[in-house]
Structure formats: structure tokens, C-alpha cells
């Protein structure tokens, strides 16, 4: 174990931080979010920053997360102090919601593109956009759609930007949302899904917010095009990632969800998968096809020890 993957101006600068995530509080997850096996393989020690986390995969279904992983009031004050700092940090440039803007800009219009033929041809009328921090994506979409649009987040600082810019919001996580009755036409999860606590409760409370002839868009980070991009396991691990999806167990989840995928889309990052949805009914025994899984661990063996 060790820090090869990490170049050494970058482990300097994250080190300059301060954080030791050795001493944060953490909880050990015993069941899969997706499948409830409590079997599971260790993956990774080590993070992205040089953090010592462990991500482990799920036997049976492949669902790849963090465990032990920080607790809500540990994430918070992660969120709140060290998110930001760290990602400059390990990206060697200033970025803060100012900085983000542009990105979250660009991002909200290809989103809107690819929403654009199933919306034109619905009356759409309320969008819930969950972890949607300053708004951007929320505007963009009542601009070119003509809809009221909620912005839900937990960073207080960020919703500030979403009112000013005249959008209603809620502070705080979908997993403790109480919608009180309320249902919207769409529901948006960006960039969102791989930061959540509870990935299947949360897609299942949105499941019963969303208006039956409802549309969702939800988009992944696909763990296995990060690692293969970073040629590392270890790299392509992050503590503000609880969970590290591929389109297998993204789509298994979807569906014991109760969502049907509509269509699928690979952004031209060629990291983000993005899928819209309509609901249907739940398939709570949705499984990868264990050949599936079988060449997940396969490839991880040969992304760690294949020489290059
Ligand atoms: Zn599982």
C-alpha cells in the first residue's frame, strides 16, 4: 500500500489541509444498499487524496461503496469545511461555487438537450431538482421549459445563490425530504446519486414524489470508466464518493426503484451515464447477471496488477 498513484505536488497540498480522515466518525454498513448481502470483497485501502478508505464490493451484486464510511454529521462538516479546499487541492486550481458555474452552466445545457424530446411532448409543470446547489441546472431547465422548479440541498451557502437567482428551495438531504403530499412532473439527481447516504431509499422516496406519467433523470459517475482512465483502483476512489457505480448496478438499483430506463446517455466526458426514467412497477429482486459480476472483480484484478 502506498501513495504511487498520487503525484507528489499533489499529496503536498492535500497534506497542507490538515484533514485527517483516519479520526472521523464512521459507520459499518453490514447490508448492500442495493441487494441486502452482507457478503462483500475489499477493494481499495486508499483513496484518491491518500486518505485511508476502504471500498469494498458487494459479492453477490457488485455494488461498490465505502465502508466504514463518515457518519451524516461527519459528511456535513466535510461538506461544509473540506469538500471544496480538497478538490482545489487535488486539482491544483481555485474551485469554489463561483468557479463551479461555468461547469454546472455547460452541464445544464446538455441536460436540457437531452431532456428536450420527452418534455416537448408533455405538459410538464414542477421540477424538484435534488442536490441542486446553486440553481444552475434548475434555471436552465425553467428557462427552456417554462417550469417551477424546487432546489433541494443541503449546503446553505449555495441555496443562497438558488433564491437569489429567484428559485424556490428547501435545505437539506432527500433522504429526510418530507414532501408532504407534494408531487412534481420531474425530478432531477445530478451529479448527486454516487454523494448520497441511502442511494436506494433516496431513488425510491423519489419514486413516490414523482407524478405517475413523471419523468427522472438520474446520472452516474461509472466507476469502472474512472478507474480505467486513472489505470488505478485506488485513484479513482474518493471520500466524498460513499458509493461508485457501474451501469449494471445503476440500472439493477433503478429498477428495484421502480424505474424503467427510457434512454441512456453517455456524456461526452465519457465518465457521467445519465438515464431518464419513467416509473413502473418495483422489481425488488433486480440482480446483475452474475457473469456480470464475475468480470467486475475480474477487471479490478487486472486494472491493479496488469503492467503498463
Ligand atoms: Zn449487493
Redesign the pocket.
Known amino acids: 500500500m502506498g501513495f504511487t498513484h498520487i503525484p507528489d505536488d499533489r499529496l503536498q497540498r492535500i497534506f497542507a489541509l490538515g484533514y485527517d480522515y483516519s479520526v472521523q466518525p464512521k459507520e459499518r454498513i453490514h ?7 452482507t457478503e ?1 470483497t475489499q477493494l481499495a485501502h486508499i483513496d484518491r487524496y491518500g486518505y485511508e478508505a476502504t471500498a469494498v ?7 461498490t461503496f465505502l465502508n466504514p464510511v463518515m457518519s451524516g454529521e461527519a459528511y456535513a462538516d466535510f461538506y461544509t469545511k473540506i469538500y471544496r479546499p480538497l478538490v482545489s487541492a487535488y486539482h491544483g486550481r481555485l474551485i469554489d461555487v463561483d468557479t463551479i458555474q461555468d461547469e454546472q452552466m455547460a452541464y445544464a445545457e446538455v441536460l436540457a438537450e437531452f431532456l428536450r424530446p420527452w418534455l416537448d411532448s408533455r405538459k410538464s409543470n414542477t421540477l424538484l431538482d435534488v442536490g441542486g446547489s446553486t440553481g444552475v441546472v434548475a434555471r436552465e431547465l425553467v428557462k427552456t421549459f417554462s417550469i417551477n422548479a424546487v432546489v433541494l440541498d443541503p449546503a446553505a451557502d449555495e441555496l443562497k445563490s438558488a433564491v437569489g437567482a429567484g428559485l424556490e428551495v428547501i435545505p437539506g438531504f432527500i433522504e429526510q425530504y418530507d414532501p408532504m403530499g407534494r408531487e412534481y412532473d420531474l425530478v432531477t439527481l445530478c451529479q448527486t446519486i454516487d454523494h448520497l447516504s441511502d442511494a436506494l431509499g433516496s431513488l425510491r422516496k423519489i419514486h413516490n414524489l414523482l407524478k405517475q406519467e413523471g419523468l427522472f433523470f438520474v446520472d452516474i459517475v461509472d466507476f469502472r470508466a474512472a478507474y480505467l482512465r486513472q489505470g488505478s483502483i485506488e485513484g479513482a476512489i474518493k471520500i466524498d464518493h460513499p458509493y461508485y457505480f457501474t451501469e449494471d ?1 445503476a440500472e439493477v438499483m433503478l429498477s428495484r426503484a421502480g424505474f424503467k430506463v427510457l434512454q441512456k446517455n453517455y456524456f461526452s466526458d465519457n465518465l457521467h451515464v445519465g438515464y431518464i426514467c419513467s416509473k413502473k412497477g418495483i422489481d425488488s429482486t433486480a ?1 446483475p447477471d452474475t457473469t456480470f459480476v464475475r468480470e467486475y472483480f475480474r477487471e479490478i484484478r487486472y486494472i491493479q496488477n496488469a503492467r503498463r
Open positions: 447490508l448492500c444498499n442495493l441487494c441486502g448481502a462483500h464490493a458487494c459479492s453477490v451484486c457488485g455494488l448496478t440482480l
